[in-house]
């Protein structure tokens, strides 16, 4: 019964790679969007700081390592309030 939980949870882990590996470019998206849109209203500081993690968030996902992708992608999200 563990073994199959485990080869289970194995599978489970596996098919969400490409999931997290599909949403990187999504989040790219909505951060392009929202440097776009909202860009300007940022101190230079802050400015700076999502550019940096989205770049860090792009180079990140061509690299495979989508977990931190999207961690990246997310901080730089959360400096607009999203």
Known sequence: ???RLLVAAGLLAASM???LAN???V???QVD???AEEG???DEDTL???QELRAEGEALHEQGDHDGSVAALEEALSMFGQ
């Open 17 to 19: 790679t490409p999931a």
């Open 48 to 50: 700076a700081r999502v």
């Open 27 to 29: 989040l790219m998206d």
């Open 1 to 3: 019964m563990k073994v």
């Open 33 to 35: 969007a929202l440097l």
């Open 40 to 42: 300007a209203s940022l």
């Open 23 to 25: 949403n990187c470019p």
